[in-house]
């Protein structure tokens, strides 16, 4: 069914006045668009005006989201929801007009449906459609400059809504002075405005609100439509304020008035890339200087929960940012900072019933930054405390503050509540100055091996070794070599007293071949002492990739040299293993994977940690003794592979499509 004879995707342009609000409980969204066509610009990027019900006319309109931290194309058709001929949803006050309802339309998609849409709050919508970042206010508690906030907010052409807290026995109450609860009104203007009474002159405090019903609901107060108030202001003052007195669901009122009887501010400050430097000139308005890191909190390595678990907090992911210039005009010589913490892709999970974290953000001043660990290590945390914080951990998609700091280098920790929670996260910072941002963790790359791991090799040693090559060879046959199977047998036998079905000749061979090994090149770990790795021994994919870790000639074999040289290895790593499996069950903690690594030699960052837990971690957490022997293998392997090919070390490496098929898979 055709809606209208003569469809235009618009009329007369674009105005805050076209965004209607249907059935559906989106009021959240409707306040967000009303804003988001006060910005020509802003409004293109969301809306491309490539798009018209013209010649080429496809049956299709595509539309632009952000979405953590990137840009989204969504296509979606022109069949809309009616009712009797009629829009049911978002519509215009033109019966022609479509752009928002097919707007409307467009975000139901990325979130999955309309149903998806119900309830929420204004300042997702507002980032979604500008890739800012959203400070909310409680009303009743605003710091005493807030006013100057919304004033400079305004400038940089931030979105803003605001809303009343709701009657929980009434839908959407209606106050004596007009205005709704429950609610989501859009913030279009803030303005001094020139004021001349009998008796004096001055500026005034006043903003223009919008009801997103865009009706008669308005509020009814000092500064309303046609109320007395106005006859102070001069003519010239109201037609620049652009003041009309019509039923369109827009109003104004005094800044004590809105701090009285609005419950809730939110204030979406537009990232860097928002506004054009030619709108900056004209406009003569200020961008934010932005910085944004993605993570993620994974358990048992990254989810170390908040600064309650102090054993674990120092697991967090960690940022280091360092703030060196004032702002402008600030008589403390202090840095605005607006920190922002949003996990990902929540509307969407909440329909498998799946609610959002409980997540927040802790700062801590670096006084000498140069000298401490990275990253930040328990020590730290237990002898420093916060200088600025999260108000609180909340269940919410994104959690924001703003700050004043004097300059100098600063870590943010952002953490769920609890340990042991995983989620995908992006956090920004915005500041009025540039800020250097960096992840505060270590470079990938080898480092010592622990001293208590290593032990100085004794001098009878090199006596012993042509006796050691004259068993080995007998294990091995007549090339001389082992493959991964034989190397299974002895690593097996090493690790513990007897495997079933074995026969008594094999068991006297491997038995004399392990007793002169382990005596010579383990001398820490005597044969008597039995170690599990799990019923059937070491996995075969284990005792693959050690035979390819040391086989140099990729015979798929290993000649004595290399397996003496691969005992070492295995000697470190089973050592590591033990000094961190302090319970001897065989298994360690991931949030143990950094420390064990560490001994053995790898200095690793919280991305390669979180992919190695992800790969050889169980779903409590745990790795077992095998994984990590795997884990160790591959990691020893591939920084090989690298250094290899980065004989400067310059930190990059070329490889040819051949070379790098053939070295990951034999790996």
Known sequence: MEIADNPELFVEGASRFDVQQGELGDCWLLAAVANLTLNRALFSQVVP????????????????FWQYGRWVDVVIDDRLPTYGGRLVFLHSSEHNEFWSALLEKAYAK??????????????????????????????????PNLYRIMLKAYERSSLMGCSIEPDPNVV?????????????????????????????????????????????????GPWSDKSPEWRFIPDEEKEEIGLTFDEDGEFWMSYKDFQKHFSRLEICNLNPDSLTEEELLRSHKRKWEMSMFECEWVRGVTAGGCRNYLETFWHNPQYRITLEDPDEEDDDNKCTVIVALMQK???????????????????????????????????????????????????????????KLPPGVYCIVPSTFEPNEEGEFILRVFSEHKNHMEENDEEVGLGKVDDRVVKQPEPEEEKTQDKVKEFFCKIAGE??????????????????????????????????????LCGVLCRDTPLGQTFETKKEGFSKDVCRSMVAMMDVDRSGKLGFEEFKALWVDIRHWKAVF????????????????????????????NHILNILAHRYSTKNGMITFDDFMMCAVRLKTMIDIFREKDTDNTNTATFTMEEWVEKTLYS
Not at 479 to 494: G, S, V
Request: glycine residues 8%; charged residues 25%; aromatic residues 10%.
């Open 49 to 64: 005006d490539d798009q018209s019900f013209g010649d080429k006319y496809a049956g299709i309109f595509h539309f632009r």
């Open 110 to 143: 990325l979130h999955g449906s309309y149903e998806a849409l119900k309830g929420g709050t204004t300042c997702e919508a507002m980032e979604d459609f500008t890739g800012g970042v959203t400070e909310m206010y409680e009303l009743n508690q605003a710091p």
């Open 172 to 220: 959407e109450a209606q106050t004596p002075e007009g205005l709704i609860k429950g609610h989501a009104y859009s913030v279009t203007k803030v303005k001094y405005v020139d004021i001349q009474t009998p008796r004096s002159s001055g500026k005034i405090p006043l903003i223009r609100i919008r009801n997103p019903w865009g009706n008669e609901a308005e509020w009814n």
């Open 345 to 403: 892709n929540h509307r969407s999970q909440r329909k498998m019933g799946i609610e959002c974290l409980t997540i927040g953000f802790a700062m801590y001043h670096l006084k000498d930054p140069d000298n401490l660990p990275k990253p930040l290590d328990l020590n730290f945390f237990k002898y420093n405390a916060s200088v600025a914080r999260s108000q609180s951990f909340i269940n919410l998609r994104e959690v924001s503050c703003r700050f």
């Open 479 to 516: 090339d001389m070599e082992i493959d991964w199977m034989e190397l299974k047998e002895i690593l097996d036998y090493a690790m513990r007293n007897e495997l079933p079905g074995r026969s008594s000749s094999q068991d006297s061979i491997v038995n004399t071949i392990l007793s002169v």
């Open 578 to 605: 033990k000094l961190y499996d302090k319970d001897d069950s065989g298994c360690l903690s991931a949030f143990e994977l950094r420390q064990a690594l560490n001994s053995a030699g790898y200095r690793l960052n």
